[in-house]
């Protein structure tokens, strides 16, 4: 066991619960199956982050008739917990560990993995989201270093709220995620505040595209175009529905001006 954890949070990529703005445009069936090539990409950036790695499954999103009936041996939850574990342990495979979100909001959910964490021994944690497909390994890897010298570290993204939280054990500060409006676009801020009037000592990541929507989707393709994510599955994905994506095209952002010629 190792003394530093990410908590890698996902949904089951049931058509229909994910990604729902963006498949009110696409359609629910083909969102989903981006969905899953976002996942997978991510995670095959986190393990290779010298850290123990935790997913941490929305399991309110795989619905009953793909659960797999076989049990997780050792995995708290409620009744029926266990079933949908098993559902995303056979999506992503059988050789990580897997955990249950619990709580009624993100905010929620996020604390209570956190906690649990730190109660298994873990010094250093950090949480973060699915959203994010073209996430690089070494930033991931950069928060956790960071929580060595620092209290806590979190990354902004471009649309107001962010993508990645952590903290070191000593420093942990579950009120950050009390009483905040998960869908608004404030949560950066308002989450910034709180942290400073802790006096923590915050490392602040590099802004990231958070994709939520078709616009979000357009600056991921464009910016990507000479990356080396544009070998990804997602990418790949993305292509699928090329004319589609080119239909939001818009000024894009100076950031994102920046890294479109290659980042």
């Not at 095959?44 to 850290?51: C, G, N, P, Y």
């Not at 996430?135 to 209290?151: G, Y």
């Not at 990645?164 to 998960?182: A, K, Q, S, T």
């Amino acid at each position: 066991m190792s003394d530093t954890c990410v908590l890698f949070f996902v949904k089951y990529p049931e058509p229909g619960a994910v990604k729902t703005r963006l498949a009110s445009v696409m359609g629910a069936e083909a969102v989903a199956a981006m969905y899953r090539h976002f996942v997978q990409d991510m995670l095959a950036e986190l393990v290779q982050v010298k850290a123990d790695l935790r997913i941490c499954c929305d399991t309110g999103t795989v619905p009953p008739d793909v659960q797999d009936v076989q049990d997780v041996q050792g995995v708290p939850g409620a009744p029926g917990t266990q079933g949908a574990l098993s559902a995303c342990k056979a999506w992503l495979g059988p050789q990580h560990v897997y955990q249950p979100q619990q709580g009624d909001d993100l905010g929620a959910r996020m604390c209570t993995a956190l906690a649990d964490a730190y109660a298994a021994g873990y010094e250093r944690v950090v949480v973060l989201g699915s959203d994010i497909p073209d996430f690089p390994h070494e930033l991931a890897q950069k928060a956790l270093d960071d929580l060595d010298l620092h209290d806590a570290v979190i990354g902004p993204a471009f649309d107001g709220g962010y993508y990645l939280i952590g903290f070191r054990r000593d420093r942990f500060l579950p009120g950050v995620f009390e009483g905040v409006e998960w869908s608004g676009g404030s949560v950066y801020a308002a989450t910034m505040e709180r942290l400073e009037a802790a006096r923590l000592d915050v490392v602040r990541l590099p802004e990231w595209n958070d994709v939520d929507t078709m616009w979000d989707l357009n600056v991921l393709y464009r910016t990507n175009r000479n990356s080396s994510f544009r070998k990804s599955s997602s990418y790949a994905a993305m292509r699928e529905h090329d004319a589609l994506i080119r239909q939001y095209d818009m000024e894009l952002p100076v950031w994102a001006r920046e890294t479109e010629s290659g980042k």
